[in-house]
């Protein structure tokens, strides 16, 4: 059925090229004007029929050269032009891939994402992109991973990009395996503002920030490295009126946070906090502790603090002093352990203070205050599993 797509599809171009070819010569008549009227038919007709040609060869080429389906193939020879003069080039570019253990799955892949690839030059950009690559780390399929994951190195500079962003790596992680995780967990590194991410590490240090925390930056979530300098030096300072500086050891997550939240859904999360009686140095205290705790949509957050103020009673010191609970799960975690709580607390079996047991491993909760009173209440795990279930 493809095939036959395929055949109706050229059919139809080179009737198009045809009709328009034919139509430009029906009528001759020999006064200036019309004769200058019927050569700008015959200019633009002879344009058709190359601009036909062309999409037909591209089609046919994607397709049966690259392996791409009729429907990919369509809808790429509206992105990228292949002239049929060039064909070398392009069964080229296929070879040079193959002969590095490209796949006719990568190759496919590479293309739809990066369909340029094919009238890049190999000897100018290609090849010394792909030796680059290797003499980096990125051997066997790790190479054809990445590239086809970030084919968009091809269109950047190679001296002017990815060996200054290389170097800027090599200069803050200690090992070639974490740089090439980092530059895999953000695989759009090696394409990005190199100056910008000298710049805020740099300023970082400058700031006093350990050199292993900068590492772990860049290898635990390098985007933020990218970010605008004012927005990295507005939120240094934001910090620092917080009483957050670069000894505290979650500085690096409070900067991370601070720089994914804009100043509205911070504004919004403080008012959370305010609205169930908190003061701002009390929501400053708990972010300082576990700066994560915001990570969650503003939904969640107000979910979480109104359960545990209005139905728990926890007190606000037990919140601050473990902030992390409200990043659990109401739902799965903390009502149904809440639920066995209470039936520790109505039968007088003197349960700990509830924040220990939502604290625990799922393993541990269970051995120590479920199964431990399997003969004082045997029905304690069923109603502990049905509360999980309920929505």
Same mark, same amino acid.
């Given at each position: 059925?493809?095939?036959?797509?395929?055949?109706?599809?050229?059919?139809?171009?080179?009737?198009?090229?045809?009709?328009?070819?034919?139509?430009?010569?029906?009528?001759?008549?020999?006064?200036?004007?019309?004769?200058?009227?019927?050569?700008?038919?015959?200019?633009?007709?002879?344009?058709?029929?190359?601009?036909?040609?062309?999409?037909?060869?591209?089609?046919?080429?994607?397709?049966?050269?690259?392996?791409?389906?009729?429907?990919?193939?369509?809808?790429? &020879?509206? !992105?990228?032009?292949?002239?049929?003069?060039? @064909?070398? #080039?392009?069964?080229?570019?296929?070879?040079?891939?193959?002969?590095?253990?490209? &796949?006719?799955?990568?190759?496919?892949?590479?293309?739809?994402?990066?369909?340029?690839?094919?009238?890049?030059?190999?000897?100018?950009?290609?090849?010394? @992109?792909?030796?680059?690559?290797?003499?980096?780390?990125?051997?066997?399929?790790?190479?054809?991973?990445?590239?086809?994951?970030?084919?968009?190195?091809?269109?950047?500079?190679?001296?002017?990009?990815?060996?200054?962003?290389?170097?800027?790596? =090599?200069?803050?992680?200690?090992?070639?395996?974490?740089?090439?995780?980092?530059?895999?967990?953000?695989?759009?590194?090696?394409?990005?503002?190199?100056?910008?991410?000298?710049?805020?590490?740099?300023?970082?240090?400058?700031?006093?920030?350990?050199?292993? #925390?900068?590492?772990?930056?860049?290898?635990?979530?390098?985007?933020?490295?990218?970010?605008?300098?004012?927005?990295?030096?507005?939120?240094?300072?934001?910090?620092?009126?917080?009483?957050?500086?670069?000894?505290?050891?979650?500085?690096?997550?409070?900067?991370?946070?601070?720089?994914?939240?804009?100043?509205?859904?911070?504004?919004? =999360?403080?008012?959370?906090?305010?609205?169930?009686?908190?003061?701002?140095?009390?929501?400053?205290?708990?972010?300082?502790?576990?700066?994560?705790?915001?990570?969650?949509?503003?939904? =969640?957050?107000?979910?979480?603090?109104?359960?545990?103020?209005?139905?728990?009673?926890?007190?606000?010191?037990?919140?601050?002093?473990?902030?992390?609970?409200?990043?659990?799960?109401?739902?799965?975690?903390?009502?149904?352990?809440?639920?066995?709580? @209470?039936?520790?607390?109505?039968?007088?079996?003197?349960?700990?203070?509830?924040?220990?047991?939502?604290?625990?491993?799922?393993?541990?909760?269970?051995?120590?205050?479920?199964?431990?009173?399997?003969?004082?209440?045997?029905?304690?795990?069923?109603?502990?599993?049905?509360? !999980?279930?309920?929505?």
């Amino acid at each position: 059925m493809a095939n036959l797509g395929f055949r109706r599809l050229v059919f139809f171009l080179h009737q198009r090229c045809y009709i328009a070819s034919s139509s430009s010569s029906n009528t001759l008549n020999y006064n200036y004007s019309t004769t200058s009227k019927r050569d700008n038919r015959f200019s633009t007709s002879t344009e058709t029929c190359n601009s036909a040609s062309n999409l037909s060869f591209c089609i046919d080429y994607l397709t049966n050269s690259c392996g791409l389906s009729l429907h990919s193939a369509i809808s790429i &020879s509206k !992105k990228v032009k292949l002239k049929h003069e060039n @064909k070398q #080039r392009f069964d080229s570019i296929v070879s040079f891939f193959k002969s590095h253990k490209f &796949s006719d799955s990568h190759i496919v892949q590479l293309i739809e994402k990066y369909p340029a690839v094919l009238n890049c030059k190999i000897v100018s950009n290609v090849e010394p @992109k792909i030796h680059f690559l290797l003499e980096n780390g990125f051997q066997g399929l790790l190479l054809q991973e990445f590239v086809v994951s970030v084919p968009e190195i091809f269109g950047r500079s190679l001296n002017d990009q990815l060996k200054p962003i290389m170097a800027l790596l =090599k200069k803050h992680i200690n090992s070639q395996e974490r740089i090439i995780m980092a530059i895999r967990r953000g695989k759009w590194l090696l394409g990005s503002d190199y100056e910008r991410i000298q710049q805020n590490s740099d300023f970082l240090i400058e700031e006093g920030v350990p050199k292993e #925390r900068v590492e772990n930056l860049y290898f635990w979530q390098p985007e933020y490295m990218s970010y605008d300098h004012s927005r990295v030096k507005y939120v240094v300072e934001k910090l620092k009126t917080m009483g957050i500086f670069p000894c505290n050891p979650m500085y690096v997550h409070s900067l991370r946070m601070m720089l994914s939240l804009s100043e509205l859904s911070w504004k919004k =999360k403080v008012k959370i906090f305010e609205s169930l009686g908190w003061s701002y140095d009390d929501f400053i205290s708990t972010f300082k502790r576990y700066p994560f705790c915001l990570c969650c949509s503003e939904e =969640k957050l107000k979910k979480s603090m109104e359960y545990f103020v209005n139905t728990v009673k926890l007190d606000r010191r037990a919140i601050i002093a473990c902030p992390k609970i409200l990043n659990f799960s109401i739902e799965k975690r903390v009502f149904p352990r809440f639920t066995v709580w @209470k039936v520790l607390e109505e039968r007088n079996l003197n349960p700990p203070q509830f924040i220990w047991m939502l604290n625990r491993t799922e393993k541990v909760f269970i051995e120590r205050h479920v199964t431990k009173y399997a003969d004082t209440i045997p029905d304690l795990l069923r109603i502990y599993q049905t509360s !999980k279930e309920m929505p």
